[in-house]
Structures are given as structure tokens and as C-alpha cells.
């Protein structure tokens, strides 16, 4: 991979998975975040998603968004991590704000650097062509600092749960234009949209850190330059975390796919992942589907724990179960 050494990875993990909370649910009444719950793995799915990012970057350029109240599950899970590739964000104020923290925090020590962004609630079966896929968006990113590419994954069906990217050319192993985003549209509509070439959008993308902070400019003017302030060196540790907390206090959410992939087409190239069993697990229907999934490929069943003592909930063991046992 040609820009190792000057890309970095970023995994968003800071959302509270609501969509999910009947199944992260413990017996005692403990709602655990998705992304600190496993598939029948011993690492939960931020670890797994971290373990994703070493496709591309140096572990010292590995980083993970969080969230403040969820210290008790990502500080076992982010233990390997450098205390400041840790972007702990106060409050949650939706995807966009946590990646623009993240950028930001970026730009201060690499302001050339290639930026790989990664959700930590995704599953998949086969890793492999997912990191060949990574490499290549982000040598494609290095080589063209303007444009910023997402990765889109080939369906192997309609699903109306999910967002799905229009290509303006049908290529394998080359980026296109991107046309159109259509999300989670009817299953006829959603069929129609498969015959003609879209794919899946994984939410997984890839750009110069100066051009994907392009793409907050305008409205997020603001915020960027209060969020600078905050982060601004010789700033004590103190000071700047009580900063961060009243540029926060202010923010109302925002999701950066809607309100900022859906403005910048232009800028925007899309490159097709062969099929990898991708998903994410943004819904329970989602989680049913990778477990049987996970049952047919025969994957040896582990019992889950965290670095804390904290135990993961196994999302694969019953997920038509509306509490699942906490591991143990």
C-alpha cells in the first residue's frame, strides 16, 4: 500500500444504538451500547472494527470517536490505543460532529494525512476482500487529494432497511461518480435500484483530511472554528475538555450522511466491494440475518468477555430474544 505511513484510521464508535436496545438489554436492565457487544467473537465489535483498521493504517494512527458515558465499555476495548488517538466526545450530537471532532483533532499533527473513516457496527464474513478494498480507496485518496471515495457493497438483495449509493458506471475494480444517494427506499424500489447497478452504502469512506473538512465548510463554518478554539495547542487538558463540553452544549445533532455526504455529489466517488457478507447491524432484522449467517459457516462459539470485567452481550446467540443474558 503506498500511503501507509501517511493515512490515518478513524472508528466512529460513539452512538447509542437505540435502534438495537431490545436486544442489548441485560436480565438486570443495562442497556449496552452495540458496538460494545460481540458476535459469538471474544472481542466485541469496536475491537473488531479497530482489528479492520490495521488493513490501512499504523497502529499509532488508529483512533476510535467515543462517547464521554460510555467510558466503563470502550476502556478496556480502546486499551491498546494511544490516550490521544481517544476522541471522547462530551455528548452525543449525531455522526457529523463526531467525525468533524475527529478531523480536526487530526489536522493539529497530520494536516496532509489520507483519513479512512470506519463505523464500529459493522459485520461481515470475509475480511479479506474488505482490506483489499480498503487499501485501494485509500491509495485512491492519496493519489487524488480533491475527491473523496466511499465504499459500496454489492448486494445480494432488496433491503429496504438500508441506504444505497447510485453509481454513474458500472465498474469492479474503479471508482465512479456517484449519482445519487437513496435511503432505505421501498423493496420494489429497492429492487429496481439493484438492476440498475446501486450499491449498498457502508458508511466506510475515504479522502484527504483537508477535503473532507471541505465538506463541513458553509454551515459547519462555525462549529469548526469554535471546535479549533477548543482544541487549540498549549490548551491544559482541563480547560480544553470544559471547552469542548460548551461548544457541545450548543450543537444540535446532525448526521453527516444526510446533512453532509447528500450535499457534495460532486466531490464524491464510489468503489464497488465484491461481496463479503457485508452488513451493518442497525436494526434487529440485521442482527437475525448474521446470526444465521453465522450459524451456517460453523464459527466456534465463545463465551464474551471485556478487558474490564464488563461482559459483552452475545448478539448472535438469540437475537429474537428481547434480553439477552449478559456474558459471563
Known amino acids: ?87 471522547a466526545q462530551p455528548s452525543n450530537r449525531g455522526t457529523a460532529h463526531g467525525i468533524l471532532l475527529a478531523l480536526l483533532q487530526i489536522e493539529k499533527r497530520a494536516s496532509n494525512a489520507i483519513a479512512v473513516l470506519l463505523p464500529a457496527d459493522h459485520y461481515l464474513t470475509d475480511e479479506v476482500t474488505m482490506a483489499r478494498s480498503l487499501r485501494m480507496t485509500a491509495n485512491l485518496a492519496a493519489d487524488n487529494e480533491g475527491l473523496v471515495y466511499l465504499l459500496g457493497a454489492e448486494p445480494d438483495r432488496p433491503d429496504h432497511e438500508l441506504g444505497y449509493i447510485v453509481p454513474s458506471a458500472h465498474r469492479r475494480d474503479a471508482p465512479a461518480d456517484v ?7 421501498a423493496t420494489a424500489l429497492a429492487r429496481d435500484l439493484i438492476r440498475e447497478g446501486a450499491l449498498w452504502n457502508t458508511f466506510i469512506l475515504a479522502g484527504s483530511v483537508r477535503s473532507l473538512l471541505n465538506l463541513f465548510e458553509g454551515c459547519f463554518a462555525p462549529t469548526m472554528k469554535d471546535m479549533r478554539r477548543a482544541l487549540e495547542p498549549g490548551t491544559s487538558e482541563l480547560a480544553g475538555s470544559v471547552a469542548l ?3 457541545y452544549a450548543d450543537l444540535e445533532p446532525q448526521d453527516f450522511s444526510r446533512d453532509v455526504l447528500e450535499r457534495h455529489e460532486q466531490i464524491l466517488q464510489v468503489l464497488r466491494v465484491p461481496n463479503c457478507g457485508w452488513t451493518d447491524l442497525g436494526t434487529p432484522k440485521r442482527v437475525e440475518e448474521a446470526a444465521r449467517t453465522l450459524a451456517r459457516v460453523r464459527l ?19 437475537p429474537r430474544q428481547t434480553r439477552l443474558p449478559q456474558g459471563s
Open 1 to 87: 500500500m503506498r500511503s501507509v505511513s501517511n493515512t490515518w484510521a478513524v472508528v466512529l464508535a460513539g452512538g447509542e444504538g437505540s435502534r438495537l436496545k431490545e436486544l442489548t438489554t441485560t436480565a438486570a436492565g443495562e442497556t449496552i451500547p452495540k458496538q460494545f457487544c460481540s458476535m459469538r467473537r471474544d472481542t466485541c465489535l469496536l475491537e473488531d472494527a479497530l482489528k479492520r483498521a490495521e488493513a490501512v493504517a499504523l497502529s499509532q494512527h488508529i483512533c476510535s470517536v467515543v462517547a464521554s458515558q460510555h467510558r466503563r465499555w470502550w476502556s478496556g476495548a480502546l486499551k491498546n490505543l494511544p490516550a490521544q488517538n481517544i476522541f
Open 179 to 185: 449519482v445519487r444517494f437513496v435511503e432505505k427506499p
Open 245 to 247: 463540553e460548551l461548544v
Open 300 to 318: 466456534p462459539l465463545t463465551t464474551v468477555h471485556s478487558a474490564t470485567g464488563v461482559g459483552y452481550l452475545d448478539l448472535a446467540s438469540n
